[in-house]
C-alpha cells in the first residue's frame, strides 16, 4: 500500500501562484509514476500533470501546459506542482495519485490517491 497526502492549497486572485506538495508513504519503492489530477465543480476528474518517479520524464495536460509545473523529490518521496498565472477555471480540488505502471494519463489506471486539496481562484 502506498498512502499519499496533498498539501499547500488556498484561494489566490487570478494571475497569482500555488505550489501543492503531495508527500507519500508505505511501499513507495513501487511508485512508477506520480500524478496530480483535478476536478472542478459539475466535471470529471481529469489529468493535469505526472511525472516518472525513476527517470524524470514529465506529461502535462493542454490545458495547463507552460503553466503548471512538476517536479520531484526522491530523497523526500515528495512530488511537487508549481502552479503559475492561475485562472478561475483552475479552481479544483488537487488530487495527487500513484501508478505502478507506466500509464501517466489515464486516471482509471492509477492505484492510489490522496484525499485532494483544495484551490481556489474567484472570477
Known amino acids: 500500500q502506498v498512502q499519499l497526502v496533498e498539501s499547500g492549497g488556498g484561494l489566490v486572485q487570478a494571475g497569482g501562484s500555488l505550489r501543492l506538495s503531495c508527500a507519500a508513504s508505505?511501499?513507495?519503492?513501487?511508485?512508477?509514476?506520480m500524478g496530480w489530477f483535478r476536478q472542478a465543480p459539475g466535471k470529471e476528474r481529469e489529468f493535469a500533470a505526472a511525472i516518472n518517479w525513476s527517470f524524470g520524464h514529465t506529461y502535462y495536460a493542454d490545458s495547463v501546459k507552460g503553466r503548471f509545473t512538476i517536479s520531484r523529490d526522491n530523497a523526500l518521496n515528495t512530488v511537487y506542482l508549481q502552479i503559475n498565472s492561475l485562472k478561475p477555471e483552475d479552481t479544483a480540488v488537487y488530487y495527487c495519485?500513484?501508478?505502478?505502471?507506466?500509464?501517466?494519463?489515464?486516471?482509471?489506471?492509477?492505484?492510489?490517491w490522496g484525499q485532494g486539496t483544495q484551490v481556489t481562484v474567484p472570477s
Open positions: 495519485a500513484a501508478n505502478r505502471i507506466n500509464v501517466p494519463t489515464m486516471r482509471e489506471r492509477y492505484d492510489y
Open positions: 508505505g511501499r513507495t519503492a513501487s511508485i512508477y509514476i
